[in-house]
């Protein structure tokens, strides 16, 4: 791949890491903004970008962070401004990312050390995880603050969730672990997420219904679950195309709103990636470079017929991160660039693993 598959400058991208860098306070958290909300799963994704950037130490540092922060069932707050919890639920799919991104780390560095040093975090995350898995395969979206599961699962969370606990697999695989509670977590999640979506659209109690956002669109691709020809149908489906593709500008964040977000539209191209079109990934992609600021952040998305940026001067580590990581990608060179290709997980899920389970009910398969 030359250089034209990239969609940064080498010059672009060492400022971008730079401004990470910065943007990572003193004890290693990737909030949202200078002393703003901070989430684990943005955290993660920014510390990707900072792996991606070459700044390994700084990567390693947002890791620990999340160590020492660990609360004791395996996960973290939703929502936390400096120190003080805004939101005490612990969502699934946030607790679960810290695999995807120390796995992403370990491709880049192969430092099985630090693997080894952050396995008991790992470990603990995606038990948890596993343990709110319903009998049908989804997995409920969240432990709510008094302790007991949300009563129903999101789309995009277990897209997300089944990328991870593949990257947990592999974490474990290569540290030695058996984990076969973790494979047939994945493999009954995966099943549904390919065979079943309209359970997520089904007799919901979610706030928002499933489809309004964009990523309930594309990331049951990026999370590996669905791929090969079932992948493209899903992408290329001329009515979700419609809805939430403008061509020149973006993808839309929800469905009503043209409001094209720099962050979906990249996650959007990424999924294309993974299904081997790159050549529509990299045009779909090149469309938000405009938004990219002298300091080397990013924007985080335009109103359209406005070209208002919303929200102003609103500058986000995991926005810049998923640029960074966009470029890895879609450039196909280094070592961390089939990071997203790899996370159907078929290497890992042998024939003698098979999910159990039918129903509705919340089993503890931790």
């Known amino acids: 791949m030359n250089d034209n598959s990239r969609l940064l400058t080498p010059e672009q991208a060492t400022q971008t890491g730079l401004w990470l860098v910065n943007a990572q306070e003193s004890q290693g958290a990737l909030p949202w903004l200078p002393g703003g909300k901070f989430d684990p799963w943005n955290h993660v994704h920014g510390a990707m ?3 991606v950037a070459g700044h390994f130490e700084q990567a390693r540092k947002a890791y620990r962070y999340l160590a020492a922060t660990q609360e004791a069932d395996g996960a973290w707050p939703r929502w ?9 639920a612990h969502e699934t799919n946030q607790a679960a990312y810290v695999a995807s991104g120390l796995w992403h780390l370990y ?3 192969e430092d099985e050390e630090f693997l080894a040093e952050t396995w008991p975090m790992v470990e603990r995350a995606l038990d948890f995880v596993v343990a709110l898995q319903f ?19 999101l789309l995009t969370c277990n897209s997300s ?14 540290l030695g672990h058996d984990k076969p509670g973790w494979q047939r977590s994945v493999l009954a999640l995966g099943d549904i997420l390919r065979d079943d979506l309209q359970r997520y659209y089904r007799e919901t109690l979610a706030p928002d219904p499933p489809g309004r956002f964009s990523m309930d669109w594309y990331y049951p691709v990026l999370g590996g679950a669905v791929r090969g020809v079932a992948g493209r149908q899903l992408l290329l489906d001329d009515k979700q195309v419609a809805r939430f593709l403008e061509e020149g500008s973006g993808l839309r964040c929800v469905a009503e709103n043209r409001w094209f977000t720099v962050a979906e539209t990249l996650e959007y191209a990424m999924a294309l990636d993974a299904l081997g079109l790159e050549k529509r990934a990299r045009e779909v992609a090149r469309w938000v470079l405009e938004h990219r600021t002298e300091h080397g952040a990013y924007q ?12 102003a001067d609103e500058f986000s580590p995991w926005n810049a991160a998923t640029v960074l990581l966009a470029d890895d990608v879609l450039a196909q060179q280094g070592a961390t660039a089939e990071f997203f290709r790899s996370l159907d997980g078929d290497d890992l899920l042998g024939e003698d693993i098979k999910p159990t389970g039918t129903g509705d009910s ?4 931790a």
């Open 49 to 51: 970008g900072l792996t």
């Open 80 to 88: 936390r401004v400096a120190d003080r919890i805004t939101d005490a």
């Open 107 to 109: 491709l880049a560095t």
């Open 135 to 153: 009998n049908d395969g989804s997995v409920a979206w969240a432990r709510k603050k008094n302790g007991r599961p949300a009563r129903y699962p």
């Open 161 to 174: 969730t089944h990328g991870s606990l593949v990257c947990g697999l592999r974490i474990a695989e290569l």
């Open 300 to 311: 985080m998305g335009i109103v359209l017929p406005q070209r208002a940026y919303f929200p």
């Open 362 to 365: 919340l089993p503890v398969t």
